[in-house]
């Protein structure tokens, strides 16, 4: 094909179907956890009708719909609201509202919900505060921390939608709110459906939080029943998969599939908050403020106690600080071996869909994806049933390192493949076709050509599934190797202890190492921006 001409290259299409056969192989691995929680529930011998219908399924299943649908509604406006107020008004500080904003991603739930429960009510740092738990306290907890997933798509979205657009309609007379109405948020609906889609899928797969906060939820459910009752567990996992798989199709049946319109003009329309401001800003560093700046300075406090753990106040927290060595080199090695590992395993997927691989490859990137949707705790479940069954030397996999890194692979992977697939569709062909022009074969051009100029995507991807990696619970308390502590089971394993100065160091640290990821991977790019 000439250069310039419209349609599919041909030879680029044959460059995808050479690895299609792999990114197939790599389909079924991510096809494994659903598949076989089907199996096993139907071949265990358990009534799942009757599972199904019992009170000890609806319940928990109700609650976990309710808190899920709240927290997703709830960051639907949240979000949305800091996006508007950040990057089209004129908002005080917008350049630091728009790192501190997402920052709160940081925070595993499981951390947020311990420090809410143990700052306020009787002992805590603020006893004459009322203690929050059960529903309304999951859902602060998991609002406060979840609000980032609708803030940073909708705010990127909004400072790419067409300036002409908004202008055109206020040269017709069209007020402000109007413009906002019926010009900008439908360019940004699709933002919005994805982001309280994420919310809604971390909502109904949270483990850490609704267990601290005492409410009955279904993922509670599963963990309870892992041991003593296998069919009910595996019966339940199989639908909260279901459910997870249910919504995310959904969303992408209701999020507008074409292009948005091309970005006209040198900058974006801002609107003037006159009055507003004051109040908007105090809005802003509410948030902040509670997401935040609280749940550290609970830390905070907790390390200047101090405790028997770690020494008596803070002067004697150097000798006891050993505790955390571990902890924090098995979280770093985890990490690092999952976030390596699922870019390679999901790099064929990605270059397959990237470069035409026909429907095969784009089928095998879609189930990839959906796996995401899984709860990582029924991903771990799949993992662990088949673990203790698997024949021949396979059996010797349970409780082992491993096995932990698959869990994490399966459920992280998309993140590594989209960032993959988005870096290898930003390599023009020219490159390929001036490498082909000097004759060299396919596997030279992929070395020296296309793979230096994704690398950068293929550190983005596993450094996104390392920061996940990090603050995985469920999944590493069911697969993790006996004596295998991480600094988030550590931090759980406290929490329930009550050892709250050995919670406080602990989250500092599993805070500080995520916010460095995060600056590298999202902040330092939206501070360039």
Not at 45 to 60: F, H, K, M, N, Q
Not at 64 to 69: D, E, K, N, Q, Y
Request: charge should be positive.
């Amino acid at each position: 094909m000439r250069a310039g001409s419209k349609g599919p290259d041909p030879r680029r299409r044959r460059r995808g179907d050479a690895v299609t056969p792999l990114a197939v192989a790599v389909a079924v691995l991510y096809a494994f956890p659903i598949l076989y929680l089907a199996w096993r529930t139907l071949t265990l011998g358990g009534d799942v009708l009757a599972i199904l219908s019992s009170p000890r399924t609806l319940v928990p299943l109700a609650n976990s719909l309710r808190v899920a649908a709240a927290t997703a509604v709830a960051c639907a406006v949240v979000g949305t609201g800091l996006a508007w107020l950040v990057v089209r008004t004129d908002l005080p500080g917008r350049r630091w509202w728009r790192i501190l904003l997402p920052l709160p991603l940081v925070v595993p739930s499981f951390v947020g919900a311990t420090a809410l429960l143990a700052a306020f009510g009787r002992g805590g740092l603020l006893p004459f505060v009322p203690r929050i738990e059960g529903f309304w306290g999951a859902f602060g907890v998991l609002t406060a921390l979840s609000y980032p997933y609708v803030y940073v798509p909708v705010a990127a979205r909004l400072s790419s939608t067409a300036p002409s657009l908004e202008e055109a309609a206020r040269l017709l007379g069209r007020r402000p709110t109007g413009v906002v109405l019926r010009v900008v948020l439908p360019q940004v609906r699709g933002a919005i459906a994805a982001g309280t889609m994420l919310v809604f899928l971390y909502g109904l797969s949270d483990f850490g939080a609704v267990s601290l906060m005492r409410y009955d939820t279904i993922t509670r459910a599963i963990f309870s029943a892992r041991l003593f009752d296998p069919a009910t567990s595996l019966t339940l996992g199989l639908l909260l998969a279901l459910l997870a798989l249910i919504v995310a199709g959904a969303e992408r049946l209701v999020s507008p599939r074409r292009r948005p319109p091309a970005r006209v003009g040198t900058g974006q329309v801002r609107y003037r908050l006159g009055r507003l401001a004051v109040p908007a800003t105090g809005a802003v560093v509410g948030v902040v403020a509670v997401a935040l700046a609280a749940p550290i300075a609970v830390f905070v406090a907790w390390v200047l106690r101090g405790s028997a753990t770690v020494g008596a106040g803070f002067g004697g927290l150097g000798d006891g600080l050993g505790f955390l060595l571990r902890p924090t080199a098995n979280s770093a090695i985890a990490a690092v071996v999952a976030g390596a590992t699922a870019t390679l395993v999901t790099l064929p997927v990605a270059y397959a869909a990237a470069r035409g691989g026909g429907w095969a490859a784009n089928a095998a990137a879609a189930l990839v994806t959906h796996v995401f949707a899984l709860p990582g705790l029924v991903v771990a479940l799949a993992v662990v049933f088949w673990a203790i069954r698997a024949p021949g030397p396979l059996g010797y996999l349970y409780q082992t390192f491993p096995l932990l890194v698959l869990g994490y692979v399966l459920h992280f992977g998309a993140q590594a493949m989209r960032t993959t697939q988005a870096a290898l569709a930003e390599v023009s062909r020219r490159y390929d076709e001036a490498g082909r022009t000097l004759g060299a074969g396919a596997r030279r051009r992929f070395v020296a050509i296309e793979l230096p100029l994704v690398v950068p995507g293929l550190l983005a991807g596993g450094g996104l599934v390392l920061l996940s990696t990090l603050k995985e619970l469920p999944a590493t308390l069911l697969l993790a190797p006996t004596g295998f502590e991480t600094l988030a089971t550590r931090i759980w394993g406290a929490a329930e202890d009550g050892f709250y100065a050995e919670v406080g160091i602990t989250s500092l640290v599993l805070v500080g190492l995520s916010a460095l990821l995060t600056w590298f991977l999202v902040l330092r790019h939206e501070l360039r921006r």
